[in-house]
């Protein structure tokens, strides 16, 4: 299957974090999307595995994306080396998508610094000949995506562009909910030790922010974006 849009994450439910909005704007404008969570999550203080894999299953379903994949690299241990890239090249060679996102590679996580690196190294190297892959037993051709950009998580830059999500911003909160063990949930509380995401005001710093980046580009909710290398734009778009 062929992607319009792939997005590389960390752990599940980074990607709806830092982009479910704008996931969500793609798939109702008729993209097909796709998500790779590099690691199952395992090391969180909350859930397991199996709950996080039914709970990324759940959120799947609500930002109706075409294509999920977990390639169950380690927790925690996500640094760039040539083994994780090579996994990554199949995935952008397999899934042959236009653009790809990744985390900022700058982040209170360091597995999300990690995965910056792999994924940015993967889209280039994935369009050279001489770098040879295989996936399930066929030898994969060259490919690399259109551009690539970086989404926000929990350190800020400054955007090279936000993309309106007012209209499926209930959409990118439901997804982020849809892991009730890692989120305060009102309507579902465990018994689990508290953590950095899981409090109250942690969603309410997501919505917080997701105002906040709206009200730069004179809507109610948005999501930053980086680009390192430049981005046309068609100025006629604002005399419409």
Do not use: W
Not at 81 to 89: G, S
Not at 132 to 160: A, C, D, L, W
Not at 215 to 237: A, C, M, N, R
């Amino acid at each position: 299957m062929n992607l319009d849009v792939l997005v590389f994450a960390s752990h599940p439910d980074d990607a709806e974090l830092g982009m479910g909005g704008t996931i969500a704007k793609f798939v109702n404008s008729n993209f097909k999307v796709g998500i790779i969570d590099l690691t199952r999550g395992e090391m969180g203080t909350r859930g397991n595995e199996d709950i996080r894999k039914q709970e990324s299953e759940n959120a799947s379903k609500i930002l109706r994306v075409s294509a999920r994949e977990n390639l169950g690299l380690p927790d925690g241990k996500l640094k760039l080396n040539e083994d994780y890239v090579h996994v990554v090249i199949q995935q952008i060679r397999r899934f042959k998508p236009q653009l790809i996102f990744a985390p900022y590679f700058n982040d209170r996580h360091p597995d999300h610094i990690g995965t910056s690196r792999i994924v940015k190294e993967a889209f280039f190297f994935s369009g050279l000949t001489k770098i040879e892959t295989e996936f399930e037993g066929v030898k994969q051709h060259p490919f690399r995506p259109n551009k690539i950009f970086y989404y926000m998580q929990y350190y800020e830059f400054t955007p090279s562009f936000i993309c309106d999500i007012s209209d499926t911003f209930k959409t990118k909160m439901k997804s982020i909910k849809a892991f009730s063990t890692q989120f305060f949930n009102e309507e579902n509380k465990i018994d689990e030790p508290e953590t950095f995401i899981s409090q109250l005001n942690f969603i309410k710093f997501i919505e917080a922010r997701a105002k906040y980046f709206g009200f730069k580009i004179g809507k109610d909710y948005g999501e930053p974006f980086f680009s390192e290398e430049e981005i046309e734009l068609d100025l006629t778009s604002f005399l419409k």
